[in-house]
């Protein structure tokens, strides 16, 4: 049996503290945007920090619900999720799979143009012109399109295809299975670990993306709900509720409603990251063991 000695147990229980307290301060800022989410301006105005609220309310959030902008610009940031992950994936995988085929021809000089573009890129005015000639302009599309395959992700997600075993192609293609076939019915099967984890990493990309619709997007009912939070918390800008649906005299509760509006643009995301999480780190370090 393996006694561990006293000086081990300390630095075990320094780590333990060290983490302890990175951790806590990791947590803090989201716990005192919570809290203050659910606190009477009054008070919040009074103490400045708050982490257990002794005056509860809901004025804020039901501020901000008192009209339809924050709902439409939650619906927006979720079709242009769930939509722009599904196309990123699927763009993705089908020209990660065949890049991790030996035979394919042309493999290295596609290879290093990929490469090519992680390095150097035509930079923002270009983009805009290319996103304006394509009729894209004030279009959600001009949010998925332009980044449907990020370089990154695709060479990682080569190189967990080329960890496959090259057998188990070999017997479907015995079996009469085509490449699509092979791709659907036995490689992605395989690889859902990856995919899971390039699902999050695209699916956050554009939870979070606020500065493609600042520059594509002119009509405020189409912004997401992260352009919609800069105008609250950066510009402070109201306009998200209606007082009149409040009492005579109700004035809203500037700083919680900056902190309402921060905890709904991110809890959709954080609920689902837990289903996602077991696969996260076994997805990301698979296909970067080989290139």
Known sequence: MNVRSKGQLIFDWLIYIALFL??????????????????????LLQKGVVLIPTQFSLDAYKYIFSTDTLFRSLLVTIFVTVSGTLINLIFTILMAYPL??????????????????????????????????????????????????SAFNLIILKGFFQQLPDGLEEAAKIDGCND???????????????????????A????????????????????????????????????IGDS???????????????????????????????FLQKHFSKGALMGSVKG
């Open 22 to 43: 990175i951790s806590m301060s990791m947590l803090f800022p989201f716990i005192f945007v919570l809290s203050g989410s659910f606190t009477a301006s009054e008070e």
């Open 100 to 149: 991790a085929r030996k035979q394919l021809l042309f493999r290295r000089p596609i290879m290093l143009m990929i490469v090519f573009s992680m390095l150097f890129s035509g930079g923002m005015i270009p983009t805009f012109l290319i996103v304006k000639m394509l009729g894209l302009l004030g279009s959600y599309w001009a949010l998925i399109i332009p980044g449907a395959i």
């Open 180 to 202: 699509l076939g092979i791709l659907l019915k036995i490689v992605l099967p395989l690889s859902l670990p990856a995919v899971a984890t390039f699902s999050l990493f695209y």
């Open 204 to 239: 956050v990309g554009h939870w979070n993306t606020f500065f493609n619709a600042i520059l594509y997007i002119n009509d405020a009912s189409k912004w997401p709900i992260q352009v919609l939070l800069r105008q609250i918390v950066i510009l402070s800008e109201g306009g």
């Open 244 to 274: 009149s649906s409040f009492q005579e005299g109700f004035v809203p509760p500037a700083q919680t409603v900056k902190m309402a509006t921060i905890i709904v643009s991110t809890l959709p995301i954080l609920i689902v990251y837990p």
